[in-house]
């Protein structure tokens, strides 16, 4: 079942897995997961990266280790269009939702670098890393590696739905489009919120150590990852509002989606990013023992549970207990859901009723 998964390369869709908070999240969580000496040797490493000086010296802090770390699991994404970099491809494989019988798919051929899938990217990363490849070899494997984990937890980067109205498929969600956002992908993209500066990673990261069920995760391997993925879009990302606005006749009109669903895919995206960073972690030869959470009991790493794509709801503490609104970060602005700037503002992410000012328009 797994290999058959794999096996499946569909067709272009191109989109930013997470976004660079995501990413850099993800990565942080790697990094405390990893001794003083892991650090330094990858770090080292990837001050050997061939656009070291370009995305890396031009954009941030590059005394700050911990910085480039977290840089390089943004660096795909900043890559592309840069002839010799970009690898399109790499960044997902479409398993189908709506041909899954019958469906007489042949798939394309992949022994070109550029057309590899996500599957086959990691699975070279992991070889160059371990070989003895120059270090600036490296420094570009390590850069994909731990991007590329980030973005098999998308669960948009693992499907695309086919139908009557998408023959071809509708490129990971990039076809949906949405009232809360541009479409159904970016809106995952962002579930996190925009803004990525240190202070913002800190943020979201001890958020997410408060949340200690948050960190109970099945390594498995990138098959049982993609399966996990698959299963998340299937199930809960392509609900019955889009399946059913996809069926109609004529163009397709921005979707609303229920608050609901806005919630429980906040909750959806942080079991993804959490697991997305336990296992990277793990992949570099980190510990397999969750990030220490601050003044709170170290979460046991559960490696009997069995795997769970769809996580159950879990409880919230009360401050993100209803995540209905939208807060526009720039102003501290609060949106409801019928409200033109609700999920459309620069910079943003979900917030509770009572977070923020209200806004002058809708009343928040």
């Given amino acids: 079942m797994i290999r058959a998964l794999i096996l499946l390369l569909l067709f272009v869709s191109p989109a930013h897995a997470w976004n660079a908070l995501g990413h850099k999240v993800i990565a942080d969580i790697a990094w405390q997961q990893l001794s003083e000496d892991q650090r330094s040797e990858i770090v080292r490493t990837l001050r050997r990266h061939p656009r070291f000086d370009e995305d890396f010296a031009k954009q941030g802090d590059i005394g700050d280790d911990r910085w480039i770390f977290q840089q390089a699991a943004v660096w795909p994404d900043i ?39 996500i599957i086959q990217a990691i699975a070279y990363c992991r070889k160059v890393i371990a070989s003895d490849a120059p270090p ?39 076809s949906i489009p949405l009232v809360q956002g541009d479409n159904l992908h970016s809106l995952w ?38 399966q996990e993925s698959h299963k998340l879009a299937k199930e809960f990302a392509y609900c019955p509002e889009i399946l059913e606005a996809t069926r109609q006749p004529g163009e397709l009109p921005k979707i609303r989606l229920p608050a609901s669903y806005l919630k429980a895919s906040g909750e959806h995206a942080r079991h993804r990013v959490v697991a997305a960073g336990l296992r990277l972690g793990v992949l570099l030869g980190g510990s397999a023992e969750p990030v220490e959470a601050e003044a709170k009991p170290v979460p046991e790493f559960d490696f009997a549970a069995a795997a769970k794509p769809t996580p159950r709801p879990m409880s919230l503490t009360p401050a993100r207990s209803e995540l209905t609104h939208w807060l526009n970060t720039n102003g501290n602005v609060r949106h409801n859901s019928g409200c033109r700037w609700y999920h459309n503002t620069k910079n943003g992410r979900a917030c509770a009723a009572s977070d923020g000012k209200a806004c002058g328009q809708c009343g928040g």
Avoid: C
């Avoid at 890559?79 to 939702?97: E, L, Q």
């Avoid at 998308?154 to 998408?166: D, G, I, W, Y």
């Avoid at 996190?192 to 995760?217: C, M, P, S, T, Y």
């Fill in 79 to 117: 890559a592309r269009g840069k002839a010799g970099f970009d690898m399109p491809t790499w960044h997902y494989v479409n398993i189908a939702i709506g041909r899954e019988r019958g469906f007489n798919f042949v798939p394309k051929p992949v022994g070109k670098a550029e057309e590899w899938n």
């Fill in 136 to 174: 600036s070899q490296k420094a570009l494997a390590y850069s994909w590696l731990f991007h590329l984990v980030g973005d098999l937890h998308q669960p948009m980067h693992s499907t695309a739905l086919f139908s009557e109205r998408f023959p071809d498929g509708d490129r990971g969600g990039n």
């Fill in 189 to 226: 993209d962002n579930l996190l919120g925009r803004q990525h500066r240190a202070n913002d990673v800190k943020r979201e990261i001890a958020e997410l150590k408060a949340r200690l069920e948050l960190w109970k995760v099945e390594p498995g391997d990138v098959g049982l990852w993609l």
